[in-house]
């Protein structure tokens, strides 16, 4: 059994990644690199901003982990110097601060997620691997399929097994965001950011709640349970 | 090379460059007036040698030169300052009161341009010594005296040369006792600049020192300590109330501060003893089950104390005034009716009915991200204590446009909090009443949505219900959304 990524253990993830990590503290990096590693992803490091930048700007990574304070040159303008050359490889930034304005800062840097620390590894795992999938985003499909659960986005509607199901705006927007990460970990706080756009902590696990009564929507009176619960991380729409 | 402290003072150089200002003051004047006097005094000079001379212009008009000469022999005769001079073409002096006098003069008819020696007839040895003793002090200004002088040279027409002129005793004389005096004046300001710095920087550096002496012992720890003040209302006694002021207000927060410490120290000291706990008896099970079980509650734990943390470093940012950069317009219609139906399933499967009254179109300026967290913080907290009320739990939410602001009220009809001391104090950072311990929570939701409200400049109250709590939070009222 597998000790260092106890967040993965039910699901091995099957497309490996490869990853750019610049981080300063030597600990921290190494730890990335071996619980991403377990996952099944290769994993680089760099130990500075300058460093980091030469690797990121040759190598041709799918997702950077990029911390914010960094020595040589600091996380934001390594972010800004490789947009400005065109360089689209999605970036998670890495912080320890954590207000609502280093977030909106690190984003316009040309970030596209942002987690602060002390972050839960599953929580960073399940946001690159979401990040990484963005490339071949699928926000140009009108129909979401996922077995025979169906999502249709222009007209509103849910069917399972041909049968229609009514849902609530909210819940559609819930199922919407599940459905384009199907296969993937979704988190809470990623659901509580990209369903409700609220980029806080709520005491009460107000987002268990909303996921059991879509649970028993798309799950009652059906064969197979479809809507998962990935233990110590969140949740995976996945068929079968 | 180094001063010695007195003369560091701000008092000695005031005083040095006072008196500095004052004696170049008191000289410039001196010598201004010692001029214009000399300048006067010569010309009424002048004006006697004219006078003497147009009257022995008349002398000789009359008689001739023989009663020139007689009236120079005679008035040469008198006592008196003036002189008087005959002499031939050659510049032999024949008759007057003049022995003898510095070559060259004589050649020159007209003014003589600048005071010249002479010696006098009847002005003998013995008189001059006894002169000389007389005014003992001052010497040689006597042997100065004793030939200055100025005069007006004529030619008669048969080239014999006529002096009139007048000895310079009484203007020089003026001129010493001036310069006596002017010395005698620098040095009582001197003296007395020594005595204004003596007193005054003395007094000034008691003052001072007293004050240093104060902030000493405070910053030795002693912040219940003050400046003295005098009574005299004076800049010392200013500085010193204005400094008390500053000095309560850094008390008051160093108190706050301390409180804060003690609380985060009590707060974060208990989960953490409870995670090492759960580490040591998770260390003694055998089975990977218990392994797993122990260590997902440790990450949980864990999480709990982060989730603290933030909430202490965020009350600490907003008051101490964090960057209102993302203030913009918010619509608290969509944010309230987002939070209330963010819980609405939580509250249902708590059997606790939410109910939400929003109107459209109300909005405030603000960070819709800090509202929407202290609504949800309000919200929760009303959620968990209804769930405690006596009949059918209810938490109702409401929000409408008063005069100049806009109210939000959370009101659930729970056990509420009856003491009006214990309200105040629920806001409190960490303050969990009695009754609330048994809950889940970090004790800081309503305090971060205190601060949130504060940093808003709006407020949040707590108002007793029968039964339960209304949270009352009022924001400064804009412009409403279109």
Same mark, same amino acid.
């Given at each position: 059994?597998?000790?260092?990524s106890p967040a993965r253990p039910e699901f091995a993830y099957d497309d490996p990644m490869k990853i750019l990590?610049?981080?300063?503290?030597?600990?921290?990096?190494?730890?990335?690199?071996?619980?991403?590693?377990?996952?099944?992803?290769?994993?680089?490091?760099?130990?500075?901003?300058?460093?980091?930048?030469?690797?990121?700007?040759?190598?041709?990574?799918?997702?950077?982990?990029?911390?914010?304070?960094?020595?040589?040159?600091?996380?934001?303008?390594?972010?800004?110097?490789?947009?400005?050359r065109g360089n689209t490889t999605p970036v998670l930034i890495l912080s320890a601060l954590g207000e609502v304005?280093?977030?909106?800062?690190?984003?316009?840097?040309?970030?596209?997620?942002?987690?602060?620390?002390?972050?839960?590894?599953?929580?960073?795992?399940?946001?690159?691997?979401?990040?990484?999938?963005?490339?071949?985003?699928?926000?140009?499909?009108?129909?979401?399929?996922?077995?025979?659960?169906?999502?249709?986005?222009?007209?509103?509607?849910?069917?399972?097994?041909?049968?229609?199901?009514?849902?609530?705006?909210?819940?559609?927007?819930?199922?919407?965001?599940?459905?384009?990460?199907?296969?993937?970990?979704?988190?809470?706080?990623?659901?509580?950011?990209?369903?409700?756009?609220?980029?806080?902590?709520?005491?009460?696990?107000?987002?268990?709640?909303?996921?059991?009564?879509?649970?028993?929507?798309?799950?009652?009176?059906?064969?197979?349970?479809?809507?998962?619960?990935?233990?110590?991380?969140?949740?995976?729409?996945?068929?079968? | 090379?180094?001063?010695?402290?007195?003369?560091?003072?701000?008092?000695?150089?005031?005083?040095?460059?006072?008196?500095?200002?004052?004696?170049?003051?008191?000289?410039?004047?001196?010598?201004?007036?010692?001029?214009? #006097?000399?300048?006067?005094?010569?010309?009424?000079?002048?004006?006697?040698?004219?006078?003497?001379?147009?009257?022995?212009?008349?002398?000789?008009?009359?008689?001739?030169?023989?009663?020139?000469?007689?009236?120079?022999?005679?008035? %040469?005769?008198?006592?008196?300052?003036?002189?008087?001079?005959?002499?031939?073409? &050659?510049?032999?002096?024949?008759?007057? &009161?003049? *022995?003898?006098?510095?070559?060259?003069?004589?050649?020159?008819?007209?003014?003589?341009?600048?005071?010249?020696?002479?010696?006098?007839?009847?002005? %003998?040895?013995?008189?001059?010594?006894?002169?000389?003793?007389?005014?003992?002090e001052t010497p040689q200004v006597e042997s100065e005296l004793r030939h200055a002088a100025i005069a007006l040279?004529?030619?008669?027409?048969?080239?014999?040369?006529?002096?009139?002129?007048?000895?310079?005793?009484?203007?020089?004389?003026?001129?010493?006792?001036?310069?006596?005096?002017?010395?005698?004046?620098?040095?009582?300001?001197?003296?007395?600049?020594?005595?204004?710095?003596?007193?005054?920087?003395?007094?000034?550096?008691?003052?001072?020192?007293?004050?240093?002496?104060?902030?000493?012992?405070?910053?030795?720890?002693?912040?219940?300590?003050?400046?003295?003040?005098?009574?005299?209302?004076?800049?010392?006694?200013?500085?010193?109330?204005?400094?008390?002021?500053?000095?309560?207000?850094?008390?008051?927060?160093? *108190?706050?501060?301390?409180?804060? #410490?003690?609380?985060?120290?009590?707060?974060?000291?208990?989960?953490?003893?409870?995670?090492?706990?759960?580490?040591?008896?998770?260390?003694?099970?055998?089975?990977?089950?218990?392994?797993?079980?122990?260590?997902?509650?440790?990450?949980?734990?864990?999480?709990?104390?982060?989730?603290?943390? &933030?909430?202490?470093?965020?009350?600490?940012?907003?008051?101490?005034?964090?960057?209102?950069?993302?203030?913009?317009?918010?619509?608290?219609?969509?944010?309230?009716?987002?939070?209330?139906?963010?819980?609405?399933?939580?509250?249902? *499967?708590?059997?606790?009915?939410?109910?939400?009254?929003?109107?459209?179109?109300?909005?405030?300026?603000? &960070?819709?991200?800090?509202?929407?967290?202290?609504?949800?913080?309000?919200?929760?907290?009303?959620?968990?204590?209804?769930?405690?009320?006596?009949?059918?739990?209810?938490?109702?939410?409401?929000?409408?446009?008063?005069?100049?602001?806009?109210?939000?009220?959370?009101?659930?009809?729970?056990?509420?909090?009856?003491?009006?001391?214990?309200?105040?104090?629920?806001?409190?950072?960490?303050?969990?009443?009695?009754? %609330?311990?048994?809950?889940?929570?970090?004790?800081?939701?309503?305090?971060?949505?205190?601060?949130?409200?504060?940093?808003?400049?709006?407020?949040? *109250?707590?108002?007793?219900?029968?039964?339960?709590?209304?949270?009352?939070?009022?924001?400064?009222?804009?412009?409403?959304?279109?």
């Amino acid at each position: 059994m597998n000790i260092a990524s106890p967040a993965r253990p039910e699901f091995a993830y099957d497309d490996p990644m490869k990853i750019l990590v610049i981080e300063d503290d030597r600990e921290a990096a190494d730890y990335l690199q071996k619980a991403l590693s377990e996952a099944g992803h290769t994993v680089h490091l760099a130990g500075d901003g300058d460093t980091g930048y030469t690797l990121a700007d040759t190598g041709n990574y799918d997702v950077m982990v990029v911390d914010r304070m960094l020595p040589r040159r600091d996380g934001l303008s390594v972010i800004a110097g490789l947009r400005s050359r065109g360089n689209t490889t999605p970036v998670l930034i890495l912080s320890a601060l954590g207000e609502v304005d280093d977030r909106v800062t690190g984003l316009r840097a040309g970030g596209d997620d942002y987690l602060t620390k002390p972050y839960a590894f599953s929580e960073l795992l399940a946001r690159i691997e979401v990040l990484c999938r963005r490339a071949n985003s699928k926000d140009a499909e009108t129909l979401y399929r996922v077995g025979d659960l169906e999502l249709d986005r222009l007209s509103h509607t849910v069917r399972r097994a041909g049968r229609e199901i009514v849902l609530q705006p909210r819940e559609f927007k819930l199922l919407e965001y599940l459905m384009r990460h199907a296969a993937q970990v979704v988190t809470r706080t990623m659901l509580l950011e990209n369903v409700w756009d609220y980029h806080f902590d709520p005491q009460t696990n107000v987002i268990d709640v909303h996921v059991s009564r879509l649970r028993s929507k798309i799950e009652k009176g059906f064969d197979s349970p479809i809507l998962h619960t990935v233990r110590g991380a969140g949740y995976m729409l996945k068929a079968g | 090379m180094r001063l010695p402290a007195s003369l560091k003072t701000t008092a000695a150089r005031l005083s040095a460059l006072y008196l500095l200002l004052f004696g170049i003051c008191a000289v410039g004047l001196v010598f201004y007036m010692t001029a214009l #006097s000399v300048r006067m005094l010569t010309s009424q000079t002048q004006d006697t040698i004219n006078e003497e001379a147009v009257g022995l212009a008349n002398a000789y008009q009359r008689g001739g030169l023989p009663l020139l000469v007689r009236t120079i022999e005679r008035r %040469s005769r008198q006592p008196g300052a003036n002189l008087y001079l005959i002499a031939d073409p &050659n510049g032999r002096i024949l008759s007057g &009161n003049v *022995e003898s006098l510095e070559p060259g003069v004589l050649d020159v008819e007209g003014w003589t341009g600048r005071p010249f020696s002479y010696q006098r007839y009847g002005d %003998s040895s013995v008189e001059r010594r006894a002169r000389a003793a007389a005014e003992m002090e001052t010497p040689q200004v006597e042997s100065e005296l004793r030939h200055a002088a100025i005069a007006l040279v004529l030619r008669l027409p048969n080239r014999m040369i006529v002096l009139v002129g007048r000895d310079l005793g009484e203007p020089e004389r003026f001129r010493v006792v001036v310069r006596r005096s002017l010395v005698a004046a620098l040095g009582v300001m001197a003296l007395g600049g020594l005595l204004i710095w003596f007193f005054v920087g003395r007094h000034a550096l008691r003052r001072i020192d007293s004050v240093s002496e104060a902030s000493r012992r405070i910053m030795g720890g002693d912040l219940t300590g003050r400046l003295p003040v005098s009574g005299a209302g004076d800049e010392f006694d200013r500085l010193s109330e204005n400094l008390n002021t500053m000095l309560a207000r850094i008390a008051d927060l160093n *108190e706050g501060l301390k409180q804060v #410490s003690d609380n985060i120290a009590h707060d974060l000291k208990t989960p953490l003893t409870r995670l090492r706990n759960r580490a040591e008896a998770a260390l003694g099970k055998r089975d990977g089950a218990d392994y797993r079980e122990a260590l997902e509650a440790t990450i949980a734990e864990s999480d709990q104390l982060i989730r603290t943390f &933030n909430a202490i470093l965020m009350i600490s940012r907003l008051e101490a005034g964090y960057s209102a950069e993302q203030t913009a317009k918010v619509d608290l219609t969509e944010v309230v009716r987002g939070v209330a139906e963010l819980y609405e399933p939580v509250a249902e *499967e708590m059997g606790v009915a939410l109910v939400a009254d929003i109107p459209d179109g109300i909005a405030v300026d603000g &960070n819709r991200e800090l509202i929407a967290q202290s609504v949800s913080n309000v919200v929760d907290n009303a959620i968990k204590y209804s769930a405690g009320a006596n009949a059918a739990p209810k938490v109702v939410v409401g929000l409408e446009r008063r005069l100049g602001e806009v109210e939000l009220r959370v009101t659930d009809n729970g056990p509420g909090i009856p003491d009006a001391e214990d309200r105040k104090r629920a806001t409190e950072r960490f303050v969990r009443l009695e009754q %609330s311990r048994s809950q889940p929570g970090s004790g800081l939701g309503l305090s971060l949505a205190k601060a949130v409200m504060k940093f808003h400049g709006g407020k949040l *109250e707590l108002e007793p219900r029968e039964p339960g709590l209304s949270v009352v939070m009022g924001f400064p009222r804009k412009e409403d959304a279109q």
